[in-house]
């Protein structure tokens, strides 16, 4: 039966799909002049030559349809993008006048009229606004981005953009809105949400100086903000439309911009997404005639092919070749308000999921600030590193107590949006809100390895809120997905009374492993909740135990490394259960293995 499970497990793949990579671009430069069809067909064959990226820079995203110097003629943009063969993101601005929007309509028609199919071909989807909802937040009002428009403005303007494209030739083409990701998990944005075909966030952790912004945290600061808009899309596509680390300006709470730390955030966000999701990426080149500050762009104000700093992904070679695969992405509870910080460049112009392995995260410390060098791949080691996971959350909290077993335990409620974190490779857990089990705050953890005492599951059973009333029986296989969560059982026997038990999550690279096998992809983690009964082979979705707490979370879920969920005094004789759950747009197939390398969930005591 394994050998038919490991056949099965090899042969899963998720079906691949045309995936975009680009820079966003403006209509004029930094001394207002007009950028015109020449001037962006250098930029794209640019961005198609530069060095280190494979030639995968070939879409490009647009923030107004309007050629500038001009009341509504169709940017030369286009006519660029079809020399070069560059796809476009087409953008309609939206905070201005109406006069303003009509004028964005009157160029996308007249675009239609003078392009026909060649423009059909090059756009890959329609932007109505860009920020729009944040720069009437409080924190865009406080750091002067207005105009913005409301949400219902904005809907109203998606409707009227819906209903000039319907018979044309570029009806069938997706509609979005691009906004920062505190925008979204507002939930009185929720009707913006409700009224586009996709989502295009924006996220500068250099700019998030409410929470820890040095660079060390970057990576993680965006993928929480990736993933806390996902959960909130209603299921439909999240794409990158903004996101970068300034080579020069001023020092942002903690965030430093030098060439270094672009570099790091390059390495750490760029080449985790690219290939993976729709991605454009901030900004080829933002300094000419004259350098911003902040400055994002990778190309200089001289527009070379040879970047600023080295664009070669960690573990590819400069040559090689960008993988592709589908770019949707995953529905999960609708989140609270946000609070914190997330502006963009002040100088820009105001106008299923894949299958392929994710790289290796360089280690962040070395692009700190005064050094002059990118930092260093993780080696390829036999051993996995360990992850310690830390909760914080930029609101006051309030203690409760809960009953886990025979123990009474506090943790913490909070009423708006919690962020888990990934730090560091000490085996010391942190936790501090209503989303991690206050047990796992002790330093004292067991091995993350099974050379010691461990206990596996007894069941695994998976549950899909898409059968909300069918069993599916045990399993040999943990399952995390957009709508499948896995329940384990463990029988803990009373010799473990008096001793420190570790939840732990292993999760090796796929060359480590001997006797199995997985399927991942998409970008996310996984939550794990401990329940208040064991399940069995009827357990359903509707009726499944319900959760007793939430013992922690795993925003960032990579393979190679071995997670510590929790730790504290073992349940001795106890069947204790545990339900893991996707977030983001994770989905994960292993069959669960003690053999070398392990895989899956254990609970290891010492």
Same mark, same amino acid.
């Given at each position: 039966?394994?050998?038919?499970?490991?056949?099965?497990?090899?042969?899963?793949?998720?079906?691949?799909?045309?995936?975009?990579?680009?820079?966003?671009?403006?209509?004029?430069?930094?001394?207002?002049?007009?950028?015109?069809?020449?001037?962006?067909?250098?930029?794209?064959?640019?961005?198609?030559?530069?060095?280190?990226? !494979?030639?995968?820079? %070939?879409?490009?995203?647009?923030?107004?349809?309007?050629? /500038?110097?001009?009341?509504?003629?169709?940017?030369?943009?286009?006519?660029?993008?079809?020399?070069?063969?560059?796809?476009?993101?087409?953008?309609?601005?939206?905070?201005?006048?109406?006069?303003?929007?009509? *004028?964005?309509?009157?160029?996308?028609?007249?675009?239609?009229?003078?392009?026909?199919?060649?423009?059909?071909?090059?756009?890959?989807?329609? +932007?109505?606004?860009?920020?729009?909802?944040?720069?009437?937040?409080?924190?865009?009002?406080?750091?002067?981005?207005?105009?913005?428009?409301?949400?219902?403005?904005?809907?109203?303007?998606?409707?009227?953009?819906?209903?000039?494209?319907?018979?044309?030739?570029?009806?069938?083409?997706?509609?979005?809105?691009?906004?920062?990701?505190?925008?979204?998990?507002?939930?009185?944005? /929720?009707?913006?949400?409700?009224?586009?075909?996709?989502?295009?966030?924006?996220?500068?952790?250099?700019?998030?100086? %409410?929470?820890? *912004?040095?660079?060390?945290?970057?990576?993680?600061?965006?993928?929480?903000?990736?993933?806390?808009?996902?959960?909130?899309?209603?299921?439909?596509?999240?794409?990158?439309?903004?996101?970068?680390?300034?080579?020069?300006?001023?020092?942002?709470?903690?965030?430093?911009? #030098?060439? /270094?730390?672009?570099?790091?955030?390059?390495? #750490?966000?760029?080449?985790?997404?690219?290939?993976?999701?729709?991605?454009?990426?901030?900004?080829?080149?933002?300094?000419?005639?004259?350098?911003?500050?902040?400055?994002?762009?990778?190309?200089?104000?001289?527009?070379?092919?040879?970047?600023?700093?080295?664009?070669?992904?960690?573990?590819?070679?400069?040559? +090689?070749?960008?993988?592709?695969?589908? +770019?949707?992405?995953? !529905?999960?509870?609708? !989140?609270?308000?946000?609070?914190?910080?997330?502006?963009?460049?002040?100088?820009?112009?105001?106008?299923?999921?894949?299958?392929?392995?994710?790289?290796?995260?360089?280690?962040?410390?070395?692009?700190?600030?005064?050094?002059?060098?990118? +930092?260093?791949?993780?080696?390829?080691?036999?051993?996995?590193?360990?992850?310690?996971?830390?909760?914080?959350?930029?609101?006051?909290?309030?203690?409760?107590?809960?009953?886990?077993?025979?123990?009474?335990?506090?943790?913490?409620?909070?009423?708006?949006?919690?962020?888990?974190?990934?730090?560091?490779?000490?085996?010391?857990?942190?936790?501090?809100?209503?989303?991690?089990?206050?047990?796992?705050?002790? /330093?004292?953890?067991?091995?993350?390895?099974?050379?010691?005492?461990?206990?596996?599951?007894?069941?695994?059973?998976?549950?899909?809120?898409?059968?909300?009333?069918?069993?599916?029986?045990?399993?040999?296989?943990?399952?995390?997905?957009?709508?499948?969560?896995?329940?384990?059982?463990?029988?803990?026997?009373?010799?473990?009374?008096?001793?420190?038990?570790?939840?732990?999550?292993?999760?090796?690279?796929?060359?480590?492993?001997?006797?199995?096998?997985?399927?991942?992809?998409?970008?996310?983690?996984?939550?794990?909740?401990?329940?208040?009964?064991?399940?069995?082979?009827?357990?359903?979705? #509707?009726?499944?135990?319900?959760?007793?707490?939430?013992?922690?979370?795993?925003?960032?879920?990579?393979?190679?490394?071995?997670?510590?969920?929790?730790?504290?005094?073992?349940?001795?004789?106890?069947?204790?259960?545990?339900?893991?759950?996707?977030?983001?747009?994770?989905?994960?197939?292993?069959?669960?293995?003690?053999?070398?390398?392990?895989?899956?969930?254990?609970?290891?005591?010492?």
């Amino acid at each position: 039966m394994r050998a038919s499970i490991l056949a099965l497990a090899a042969s899963l793949a998720a079906a691949s799909a045309q995936v975009y990579q680009g820079f966003n671009y403006g209509s004029v430069f930094t001394n207002g002049a007009p950028i015109t069809e020449q001037d962006y067909e250098r930029e794209f064959n640019t961005a198609k030559q530069l060095q280190g990226t !494979s030639g995968g820079f %070939t879409s490009a995203r647009l923030f107004t349809t309007i050629q /500038a110097g001009t009341a509504n003629s169709p940017t030369e943009a286009i006519q660029a993008a079809k020399v070069t063969q560059t796809t476009l993101l087409l953008g309609l601005f939206l905070s201005s006048t109406d006069e303003a929007f009509n *004028n964005e309509l009157t160029a996308l028609r007249s675009a239609i009229t003078q392009y026909g199919q060649d423009l059909v071909d090059l756009v890959i989807g329609i +932007s109505v606004g860009s920020e729009d909802l944040y720069r009437i937040s409080p924190t865009g009002i406080e750091n002067k981005s207005n105009p913005g428009e409301s949400p219902d403005a904005v809907v109203r303007r998606i409707n009227a953009v819906r209903q000039a494209l319907s018979g044309t030739i570029l009806g069938s083409k997706p509609i979005g809105h691009v906004d920062t990701w505190t925008a979204y998990v507002n939930s009185s944005n /929720a009707a913006v949400i409700e009224a586009v075909d996709f989502i295009g966030v924006d996220a500068y952790p250099y700019f998030q100086t %409410t929470q820890p *912004n040095s660079i060390e945290n970057g990576a993680l600061l965006f993928f929480e903000a990736f993933n806390l808009t996902v959960s909130v899309s209603l299921g439909k596509p999240v794409w990158i439309t903004e996101t970068g680390w300034p080579l020069s300006g001023p020092i942002s709470a903690q965030a430093v911009a #030098n060439l /270094a730390n672009a570099k790091t955030y390059w390495d #750490n966000v760029g080449c985790r997404v690219f290939g993976q999701i729709n991605t454009f990426w901030y900004t080829l080149r933002d300094s000419f005639p004259n350098t911003p500050s902040p400055s994002f762009g990778v190309a200089g104000s001289s527009l070379s092919n040879v970047p600023l700093y080295d664009l070669t992904c960690p573990g590819r070679s400069s040559s +090689s070749s960008s993988s592709a695969g589908s +770019s949707t992405s995953s !529905s999960l509870a609708t !989140s609270s308000e946000a609070t914190g910080d997330s502006t963009t460049p002040a100088q820009r112009e105001t106008s299923a999921t894949p299958s392929v392995p994710s790289q290796d995260i360089p280690s962040q410390g070395a692009g700190s600030s005064g050094s002059s060098s990118p +930092s260093p791949a993780i080696q390829n080691t036999a051993a996995p590193s360990v992850k310690t996971i830390m909760t914080y959350t930029t609101v006051t909290t309030c203690p409760v107590t809960y009953t886990e077993g025979s123990q009474t335990k506090t943790s913490q409620t909070t009423s708006a949006v919690t962020v888990t974190s990934t730090h560091g490779t000490t085996l010391a857990t942190v936790a501090s809100s209503a989303s991690a089990q206050a047990a796992s705050s002790t /330093a004292e953890s067991c091995p993350t390895n099974l050379d010691g005492d461990f206990e596996f599951p007894h069941l695994i059973v998976p549950v899909d809120k898409n059968q909300p009333d069918k069993a599916l029986g045990t399993s040999y296989n943990g399952h995390v997905s957009l709508t499948v969560s896995s329940l384990f059982n463990f029988d803990l026997p009373t010799s473990l009374a008096g001793k420190t038990c570790s939840l732990v999550f292993l999760f090796p690279k796929q060359d480590q492993l001997q006797t199995s096998n997985y399927t991942l992809s998409g970008i996310g983690g996984i939550t794990v909740d401990r329940l208040k009964s064991p399940s069995d082979s009827a357990t359903t979705y #509707n009726n499944q135990p319900e959760v007793n707490v939430t013992v922690n979370s795993i925003p960032d879920l990579q393979p190679g490394n071995s997670y510590i969920i929790g730790s504290g005094g073992c349940f001795a004789g106890d069947r204790s259960a545990y339900k893991v759950s996707a977030t983001g747009s994770l989905d994960l197939d292993y069959f669960q293995d003690f053999n070398p390398s392990p895989i899956g969930l254990y609970i290891t005591s010492c």
